[in-house]
Structure formats: C-alpha cells, structure tokens
C-alpha cells in the first residue's frame, strides 16, 4: 500500500478564552490537518500544533515543510514502512510537529488496514485515561474558580498549575489558594515554562513545600546548564523536562546529566513512534512520564489518548487531555466528552476519528 499524496491543511480555530503561561498565550487555534491518502483509499488522520515560543515552528512553516520537504519525499513509499518514511523524515532536523503528525496519521493507516484501533497496536492496556486539566494565568480568585468549574462539570481532580510568573510569589499565592479552596484529596503540580532562574525556582520549591505538590515541570531553562542541574539535585519532587527534551536524544541527555528526573511525553511533538521510544528508554531507566497536552484540539488529543491509555506506564497518572475544552468548536463530527474525569479512546479501526466536512470547509485557512 503506497503513500499517494499528502494534504497539509491550515485552519484557525478561536478559543473561549486565552490561555497564557510563562512562554507565550494562545487565543486561536492555528493548526494544520495533516492528510496522507493512499493508493488502497485509506487516508490517515493528524493535526499539528504550532507553537513558535516552543519549538520555532508557525501555521505557514508546518504548511510549507509538509508541502516542499517531507511530501515529495515520502510519496510513493510504502505507507507500512514507517522506519522508511522516518529515515526521510530525519534528514531533515527540528520541525516536531510537523513530523509527529505525519507518523501519527500513518499509524491511523495502519490501524485501518489492519482493522484494529490504533490503541490496540500500541499496546492495549487500557481504553481509557484519567484527565488533568491545564489552569493558566489569571488572578489567583480566577484560577480557583476556574479549578472548580472543572472539577464540578467533569470530575476532573487534576490540575497543572501554570508557573513562572515574575515575581514568582504570585504564582505561590496562586498555588496557595488552589490547594486551600480545593482541598487535599486533588493533585496538583506546577508547570514554569522555563519562566524562573534556577535560585528562584528553588526559593518558590521551599515555600510550596507544604503544598504536597506532584512535580514540577520545566521551571527554569534547561539551557542555564548548571543552575537547571542545581535545581534538580536539590528538588524533593520529580522533575519534569517537557520543552528541553523534543527527541529521545534529548530525553537522555537531560536525564543522564542530572537536568530532570521525569519525562512530559507529548504526541503532538513526538508522534507515536517516537513516542513509543521515549517511554521505552524511561521504563528501562526507571523514569516516571507524564501525558503532556501541547495546546491541542481534539484530534491531536485523541492521539494523545490513545497513545497514554495503550501503555501501563502512563496510565499511572492523569493525561493532560482538556485544553480543548476552551475552543470554541473543533474538527470532529463527533465531539470528545470528559466525564467522571475520563476520556475514553475511540473505537473503530485506526485512530477512529471523522472529520466534519462543513466544519473543515468553514474555518480552513487556505481558500
Ligand atoms: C506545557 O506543558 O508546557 C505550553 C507551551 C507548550 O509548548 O505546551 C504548553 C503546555
Ligand atoms: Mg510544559
């Protein structure tokens, strides 16, 4: 079964309201529906995010790379051969979405070809994952009431807390009230987008000690190489590398050189194979992972899910699976439902996803 074409569709998407963190806010869903169609008739499914502040890529460079580099070269391979696309693919460095949404919407092929949900291909573990819910800048009386909402309308009773604010005492306020308005039986962890130095983000760690927070992710850059390592050999809770790690690579070199002590993996930016590798170095290295959520919609987070349910590893704690909440519509004919704080996978071969035809013609960008 041969790749016969690939479609990179740009569309824009408005949310509810802005998400905003310490590296950059989100007000539209700017993504691209990455399309790869095949001589058999199946055609795959994925969406890449942008994000510019994380990973230099935009909604017109994922468009163009899909278009200009990886297309022609991975036409006419075949679509099961995914270690050949992934040779291709690699000759060229960076663009991590961009490359994620192609595997992904390979392995929605072979889950169609095959008959069987892409979930069960991964590993099968389970159907479904408990869901952690993102609560981003605002005053802290916002954040909480936010944390409420969430918590009352879909049981969810996990929440990153966005951190990295200067100075960082707001953001301990923020914390503060959080654990005092939620009380002790909901997790919480906190998320800096490398917003903090490293002596800051130790002095913000010692006040929150009594806070029983899970983990923290990402507080100060991991390129402050010595102050990161600082940091993490002095933190009581595990240490999240999120940005600093977008390929196995960067998974082992943060890990063996005391720069984290805990993996965010992301399907947005490693796709499933990929994926699949990371998790595989962190079991063996004995390493906790996290389901992280790189602002997706809901395609991107059904892959995500399917990923982190398929896997005993990551179904440990809750995936990060809600930021779709805050858009205002999305791609699917059939919208994601949370509830008692679960997102289920999709049944039905591949990823089991269908895309809306009048929704895609309505917020495509490229007519
Ligand atoms: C996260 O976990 O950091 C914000 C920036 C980004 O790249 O992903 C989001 C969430
Ligand atoms: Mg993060």
Redesign the pocket.
């Known amino acids: 079964m041969k790749i016969t074409k690939v479609e990179a569709i740009p569309f824009a998407i408005p949310y509810r309201k802005p998400?905003r963190?310490a590296?950059?806010e989100?007000h539209v869903a700017d993504h691209v529906l990455v399309r790869v169609h095949t001589d058999e008739g199946l055609v795959g499914t994925a969406e890449a995010p942008p994000?510019p502040?994380?990973?230099g890529e935009t909604q017109e460079s994922i468009v163009a790379v899909v278009d200009k580099i990886f297309a022609p070269q991975i036409t006419g391979l075949s679509a099961l051969g995914r270690e050949q696309v992934h040779a291709r693919l690699e000759r060229t460095v960076g663009n991590p979405t961009a490359k994620a949404a192609l595997d992904m919407a390979l392995w929605d092929v072979i889950g169609q070809a095959a008959g069987m949900p892409v979930n069960e291909l991964l590993g099968g573990w389970s159907d479904r994952m408990r869901v952690s819910h993102?609560v981003g800048f605002a005053p802290s009386d916002e954040m909480v009431a936010e944390a409420e909402r969430i918590r009352d309308m879909y049981g969810i009773s996990t929440f990153?807390v966005?951190v990295g604010r200067r100075p960082y005492r707001q953001d301990v306020d923020a914390c503060r009230a959080l654990r005092t308005a939620l009380g002790d039986d909901v997790c919480l962890y906190i998320?800096g987008?490398r917003g903090w130095s490293a002596s800051d983000s130790a002095r913000a760690l010692r006040e929150m000690a009594d806070l029983d927070l899970d983990f923290a992710?990402?507080l100060c850059p991991a390129d402050d190489v010595l102050g990161r390592r600082w940091l993490v050999s002095r933190s009581s809770i595990p240490f999240v590398a999120?940005?600093s790690v977008p390929t196995p690579a960067d998974v082992t070199r943060e890990l063996l050189g005391g720069s984290a002590s805990a993996i965010?993996i992301?399907t947005a930016r490693t796709g499933f194979t990929s994926s699949a590798r990371i998790l595989n170095q962190c079991e063996a290295m004995g390493v906790e992972v996290v389901i992280?959520?790189?602002?997706d919609g809901q395609i991107g987070t059904l892959c995500a899910v399917a990923f982190g349910a398929a896997h005993r590893a990551t179904t440990r704690r809750a995936g990060?699976l809600s930021?779709f909440l805050d858009m205002t519509d999305d791609l699917l004919a059939e919208p994601l439902v949370i509830s008692d704080g679960t997102l289920r996978v999709r049944e039905g071969a591949g990823l089991g996803l269908a895309i809306d035809p009048e929704k895609l013609a309505r917020y495509r960008q490229d007519h």
Do not use: A, C, P, W
């Open positions: 998400l963190f590296s950059g989100v994000r502040y994380t990973y993102m990153k966005k998320d987008n992710e990402e999120d940005e965010s992301k992280g959520n790189q602002i990060e930021n």
